[in-house]
């Protein structure tokens, strides 16, 4: 039994471990490269799209401040004419409220006195106002987009104003529009009507930092965090970026500034919300290909065992045993690619070459190598098979009379001839049956199958005459003397049979030699 180490794998598992092994990194590093390259697709097109979007929001939003401020200029030139005319004043603010529908306006002097306003308040009119842009507007005397404060009336607010001239040219103050933040307003209203979906929303600051416009309203007035968009676009830039928002999330932010008046609008949208799409398309993928990468796992299943099938059987045959079984067992496997069938025939011509030499060897153990018959291991074989099958058979004891003579006078070679001849005349003489053996030096076995004493004994005298009448090279004609048993009729136990032909042939040599004994029946 061979040995097997708990350790040793299949070459079908390893067909198997590495074809899944490849199947499954090419398939995950695909779906990985494709959702990082994905990924990027995306946050770049969102990066651009909210620029796109804070692009346009920031220049609607300077026409609306441009055309507010025309408006504005407009009403100047109106009240230049009679400046003093607080009637006038009041019907240019009524007129511009009308005009706008949500721009509440006021004229206020230089000495910061507010002399008109729409929707008109007795409470304010003649009041001080004293705010810090009044004062920046009267130091300026030219159009100004105050930053972001509370008012008298507790609102948040902005304000647009244009200086006053009268028709000498001389200062009178200026007329504002106001712009409430966190109440519904002109500027309000056109920032709301650019909503925003899909998790995107977007804010206004105005320079200072201070939030304009943004879809939680509690928010609006809060003065932004130290954020790198909002420090980008409050100095001009344009752009895209990505950036953690003052709650931690990670936003894809497009940003654009309101050049009139420095105000920053900035779009963004949470990377989670950005690739959650993604990921439910990726896991829809991954979804969809599972039956294929399974039945592709079965499919790389099966080639594996047909691929390891024919080195398994080869394997399993490898013991080199020439028993048939085991020859047809490998004949039969059928290598259907070039390295099993080069090895099926490796291990064909192995056992082959093999069976041929064992066959030799054997041979060899049961022959007499310098005549060719067979040698005493080789009868016996022979005979226990005819007495197994209960085949009679006569026992011819031949032995050459005086062959000392011949090697004492020609040579020990020349004797080994004369040995080499006489059994081609015993093989001549004898049938394709008989059985012809060397068991001594000068003493050959001839054993007839199916032959009784008087048969065999023709045989023995044919071939004595055969053997006399053969010149042999250099010594010339021999003789031999036979001795005859048979099995059973002599004995059934055939070391008696071998004994009674020895016996027979001791007699015939003792009376005269060259002639034929039959062993006597007793
Ligand atoms: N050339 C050769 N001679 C062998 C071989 N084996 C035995 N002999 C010789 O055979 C001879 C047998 O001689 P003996 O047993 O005295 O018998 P013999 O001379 O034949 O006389 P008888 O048998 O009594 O007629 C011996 O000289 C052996 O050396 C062999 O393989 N080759």
């Not at 002109?186 to 977007?202: C, E, P, R, V």
């Not at 980008?232 to 928002?245: F, M, S, T, W």
């Not at 004369?418 to 001839?446: H, M, N, P, W, Y």
Request: hydrophobic share 45%; charged share 20%.
């Amino acid at each position: 039994m061979r040995f097997r180490s708990p350790f040793t794998f299949k070459l079908r598992q390893l067909i198997l471990l590495l074809a899944i092994t490849a199947t499954a990194a090419i398939l995950f590093s695909g779906l990985y490269i494709s959702y990082q390259v994905q990924k990027e697709r995306v946050i770049e097109d969102t990066l651009k799209s909210n620029h796109v979007f804070a692009s346009k929001l920031a220049s609607a939003t300077d026409h609306f401040l441009a055309a507010a401020m025309q408006q504005l200029e407009f009403s100047a030139k109106i009240i230049a004419k009679d400046i003093t005319n607080t009637e006038l004043l009041q019907a240019e603010t009524n007129r511009l409220l009308k005009q706008t529908n949500s721009f509440n306006s006021v004229v206020i002097n230089k000495l910061g006195v507010l002399k008109a306003a729409s929707p008109a308040s007795l409470n304010i009119i003649n009041k001080r106002v004293d705010s810090p842009h009044s004062k920046q507007a009267f130091k300026l005397q030219r159009p100004l987009i105050s930053r972001p404060y509370v008012s008298l009336a507790n609102n948040l607010m902005v304000i647009i104003s244009y200086p006053l001239f009268d028709e000498a040219g001389n200062y009178y103050g200026y007329i504002g529009g106001s712009l409430y933040l966190e109440q519904q307003s002109i500027l309000n209203a056109l920032l709301k009507q650019h909503s925003y979906d899909g998790g995107a929303y977007f804010y206004v600051v105005a320079d200072d930092k201070t939030l304009l416009y943004h879809p939680v309203s509690e928010r609006i007035g809060e003065v932004g965090q130290n954020n790198p968009v909002i420090n980008r676009v409050l100095k001009g830039e344009d752009g895209h970026a990505r950036v953690i928002n003052s709650l931690g999330m990670h936003m894809l932010a497009g940003f654009s500034p309101v050049k009139l008046a420095n105000w920053g609008v900035v779009a963004q949208r949470s990377e989670v919300a950005t690739l959650a799409t993604l990921d439910t398309f990726q896991g829809l993928l991954l979804k969809r290909m599972l039956p294929i990468v399974l039945i592709t796992f079965v499919l790389i299943g099966v080639l594996a065992h047909f691929i390891a099938k024919p080195l398994r059987l080869l394997a399993d045959s490898a013991n080199l045993s020439t028993d048939q079984q085991n020859v047809a067992n490998l004949k039969s496997i059928k290598s259907w690619y070039f390295e099993s069938q080069q090895l099926k025939a490796a291990m064909l011509e192995g056992v082959n070459i093999l069976q041929s030499k064992m066959g030799q060897l054997r041979q060899d153990a049961l022959t007499d190598p310098l005549t060719g018959a067979h040698n005493r291991r080789g009868l016996y074989l022979l005979l226990d098979k005819l007495i197994q099958e209960q085949v009679p058979f006569a026992v011819l004891e031949i032995d050459i009379d005086f062959f000392k003579r011949v090697n004492d006078t020609f040579g020990h070679d020349v004797g080994d001839e004369v040995l080499k001849t006489l059994t081609c005349v015993i093989k001549q003489v004898s049938r394709k049956d008989d059985i012809v053996a060397r068991t001594g030096g000068e003493e050959f076995l001839l054993i007839l199958p199916n032959e009784n004493s008087d048969s065999a004994f023709v045989i023995a005298e044919r071939l004595r005459n055969e053997v006399a009448n053969t010149p042999m090279a250099k010594v010339g004609c021999i003789n031999v003397s036979i001795g005859i048993a048979t099995w059973p009729q002599h004995s059934d136990d055939i070391d008696q049979v071998y004994k009674c032909a020895d016996k027979a042939l001791y007699h015939a040599k003792e009376t005269g030699r060259n002639k034929t004994v039959i062993a006597s029946l007793n």
